[in-house]
C-alpha cells in the first residue's frame, strides 16, 4: 500500500478542476499549479493550494517536471496526478516522480515508454495476437525503404509518427507520386512536435469508425474494460464529438474487442487507467491503433454509462488497492454524447482564438453534465489548448441524449472569442450522424472542402442589434440626464426622434433607422425593409422579442463598447457599431504587408530576403493551441524584410514578412 492524503495535480482547465474534484470527494488535500498566464484561474481557485511554477507558454512552466516535482515536495504532497496532456505520457517525468520518493498516478515508465513509440507498441501486440493493421514498422527509415514498403503494402496508406498523437505527424497517401512529399512533411512536423522524426507505415482503412475501449488494471493482476467509446466525428484527427456507447456495437463484438483490450494491458503487465484505440471497418474487422497510457478527455461519457468515478478508481489503484469492480459488475446504462467546445474560429479555417470570455454558462438541466475550467472574464491565452469544456448529455437513449445536448447547447452562453459551438450543433443535427453512421471521414464528406460556412445574418438580426445598442445608449442617456423625465428621452417637440447608426457583420455594413413607436416598440429600418420589433422581456444576455409577426428569444453580449455579440441557438454573430473617422487597418496582405494570422510561436520562416515569390507562396508556419498555420503569399514580388525570428512568440496581428509588390 502507497498511502497518500495529499495530491498534486500536474496540469490545468478543465482537466485540474476534474480531477480536483473527485480528489476532495475521495478525502484528499489537493495542490494546483499554474503559470503565470493562469494566475486566478478557476483551478488554482479550486485546490486547497496554488504554486506558481514559470511563466506563460507550456515549455517554461507545465512541462517542466523538475519544477512541478520541487512544488510537490514543497507543499507536502505525496502523490502527483498528472492529468492528460503535457507530462502525463512522459516516461522520463514519471520516472523522476517515482525517484522523489511520490506516487505517480498513472501506470509505470516501462508501459509509458513502449507504448508511446508506436513501432515497439505494434510489435508488442503483434506479439500479443491484438489485431492490427498491416504495415511497417521497423528501423530503416530511410526514403527508398519506406516507399518500397508503402508499394508492398498497397495504397492508400498512412504515414505516421512514432512519437506524440494527436494527428501531428500523419498523413494520408492516396499515390505513390505523393509519397515523398508526405514522408518529408509528416517527419519535420514530428521532429518540431515530438523531437523525434521516426515515422511508420500503415495500410489505411478507409473510413472506418474509431472505437477505443476504456481498460483499468490493478497491481493484484485484475485487469477489466469498462466499454467502448466512439470517436469518429474528428477534424484534423483531433476528436469534436465522442459517444458511449458506440452506435453499431453488438454483444459479440464488445466482448472481443474487450478482451482484445484487455490482453493489450496484460502484455505490457499494465496499471490504472489506459485507453486502447481501434479502427473497426463495415464488416466489423478491427485493428489496434495505438494506446494512450493516460485518462482520456473523453472519459466522462464512460462514465456516465457505468456510473463509475474513473478518477477515483485511479486514486484507489496508486494507493495499491485492488478493483472494486469486477468484470461481471460492468453494466452499461442509457447513452452519453460529449462535444468539445473549442476557441476557434470555423468560419476562418478553424484558427485558435483568444481574448477575454464577456459570458459563459450552459443552463442547468437533467442528465447535462459540463466540465469546464474557464469563467466570464476570464482571458483564453495563446499558450495552451484552445478547448475550453466539455458539455455532456446522458439519456436512456441514443436519440434523446442528442436531441437533449442538441438543446443544451443552443440555450449556451460562450461570447467573446469565437468558438465552435455553431459547427458543434450544426454536427449533431446532420442526418448521418442521428442516424449513428458517422465515420472518421464524416466531416470530410458532409462539410467538405470549404469547410463549415456560418450563413450571413439577415436584416432581422441587425435589426436587432440596433435595438440592443440604442436601449443601451437610452439607458446611459437616462443615467445622465438627471433631470430629464426617461419618457422624454428621445422625444422632440414633432415626436420621438429617428436614431441612425451604422452596423457592419460578416463584411456587411448597413445604415440603420430606428424609431421608438411606442414603449418596448420600435420601427427598424435598413436596406429598404422596415422591422416591427416588440421587446417582451430582457435579462443580463437574453432578449425575447416580437420580430415583426414571429417571436424570438435571442441571446447577446455586449463585448466591446461598439460590439455586440448574438446568439440565435443555431449561429453566433458579430455586430460593429461604426464611428465615422475609424478606419480598419488592412490586414490582407495584399499590400505586401504579411502579419501573423493568430497569437502563436513562428516555428518556420520559409523565405529569405530577396526571394521572388508567387501568390500562395509559403511563407511561414505558425503554431498555436496544438495548430500550425501555414501563412502564404497574397501578392507575387520579392521579400524585402523578415521582420520576425522562428521560434519567438508572435502576436495576432504582427508583422511577419514584408513584400514588394511587383509592378
Known sequence: MQNFDTVLIANRGEIACRIIRSAQKSGLRTVAVYSEADRGAPHTQLADEAICIGAGPSAQSYLLGDRIIEAAQKSGAQAIHPGYGFLSENAGFAEAVEAAGLVFVGPDARSIRLMGDKAAAKIRMIEAGVPCVPGYQEADQSDETLIAAAQKIGFPVMVKATAGGGGRGM?????????????????????????????????????????????????????????????????????????????VMTPQLRARMGAAAVEAARAINYRGAGTVEFLLDAAQNFYFLEMNTRL?????????????????????????????????????????????????????????????????????????????????????????????????????????????????????????????????IDILERPVFAQGEATTAFIADEFGESGFAQAQAGTDLFAVAAVLDFLAHHRAAVDLAIDVPAELVNWGSTGTLANSIDLSSDGETQRITIRATASAAYAVTLGGVTHDIDVLAQDRDAIRLRIDTRQRDILFARTAPNTWQLGTGRAIHTFERHIPGEEDTDMSGQDGIVRSPMHGVLIELCVEEGQEVAVGTRLAVVEAMKMQHDVRAAVAGQVARIAATTGAQVADGALLVEITPQA
Not at 457505468?306 to 468484470?327: C, K, N, R, S, Y
Not at 470555423?346 to 437533467?366: C, M, S
Open 171 to 247: 498523413r494520408l497517401v492516396h499515390e505513390a507520386l505523393a509519397l515523398p512529399d508526405a514522408l518529408g512533411n509528416a517527419r519535420s512536423e514530428a521532429v518540431n512536435a515530438f523531437g523525434d522524426g521516426t515515422l511508420i507505415l500503415e495500410r489505411a482503412v478507409v473510413a472506418p469508425r474509431h472505437v477505443e475501449v476504456q481498460v483499468f488494471a490493478d497491481t493484484h493482476g485484475n485487469v477489466i474494460h469498462l466499454g467502448e467509446r466512439d470517436c469518429s466525428v474528428q477534424r484534423r484527427h483531433q476528436k469534436v464529438v465522442e459517444e458511449a456507447p458506440c452506435p
Open 296 to 424: 482520456q478527455v473523453e472519459h466522462p461519457v464512460t462514465e456516465m454509462v457505468t456510473g463509475l468515478d474513473l478518477v477515483e478508481m485511479q486514486f484507489q489503484v496508486a494507493a495499491g488497492q485492488p478493483l472494486a469492480v469486477a468484470q461481471d459488475d460492468i453494466a452499461l446504462n442509457g447513452h452519453a454524447i460529449e462535444v468539445r467546445l473549442y476557441a476557434e474560429d470555423p468560419a476562418n479555417d478553424f484558427l485558435p482564438a483568444t481574448g477575454r470570455i464577456a459570458a459563459w454558462h450552459v443552463p442547468a438541466a437533467e442528465g447535462i453534465r459540463v466540465d469546464s475550467g474557464v469563467v466570464a472574464g476570464q482571458d483564453i491565452s495563446p499558450f495552451y489548448d484552445p478547448m475550453v469544456a466539455k458539455v455532456i448529455a446522458w439519456a436512456p437513449t441514443r436519440d434523446a441524449a442528442r436531441l437533449s445536448l442538441i438543446a443544451s447547447l443552443r440555450k449556451t452562453r460562450f461570447f467573446g472569442p469565437a468558438s465552435n459551438l455553431p459547427f458543434l
